[in-house]
């Protein structure tokens, strides 16, 4: 089983900040990405940011553009956690936003080891930006 569980959600007036985490936990063995998708009221569900892992473990980010310069993601591989800092926040912000990871569980099974890769999502958490 795998859990991701998200923080740091709120109230806020235009031109604040608010700084999101998800923590990944359960039978992780690794984790391809993490990143944040939002939707709004009558609205589809969008990818805001993400960081995959790249070449020879580096790790490759992509954020959307209607956020960029005021979105920061980032990711602490060690503690399965993934935040995203958002700064110059505007009303159209507004969304509950979803954490979202990519990520292999490792299972024992009758003496065996069975590999899985899935796609997990938060609960997710409301952000309200206010005029």
């Known amino acids: 089983q795998v859990q991701l569980v998200e923080s740091g959600g709120g109230l806020v007036q235009a031109g604040g900040s608010l700084r999101l985490s998800c923590v990944a936990s359960?039978?992780?063995?690794?984790?391809?990405?993490m990143g944040w998708h939002r939707q709004a009221p009558g609205k589809q569900r969008e990818l805001v940011a993400v960081?995959?892992?790249?070449?020879?473990?580096?790790?490759?980010?992509n954020v959307t553009d209607s956020v960029k310069g005021r979105f920061t993601i980032s990711r602490d591989n060690a503690k399965n956690t993934v935040y995203l800092q958002m700064n110059n926040l505007k009303p159209e912000d507004t969304a509950v936003y979803y954490c979202?990871?990519?990520?292999?569980?490792?299972?024992?099974?009758?003496?065996?080891?069975?590999?899985?890769?899935?796609?997990?999502w938060g609960q997710g958490t409301q952000v309200t930006v206010s005029p």
């Open positions: 979202n990871a990519v990520l292999m569980t490792r299972t024992v099974i009758d003496g065996g080891t069975m590999f899985r890769t899935a796609d997990y």
């Open positions: 359960g039978s992780i063995f690794s984790i391809n990405a």
């Open positions: 960081v995959n892992n790249g070449a020879r473990g580096g790790s490759a980010v």
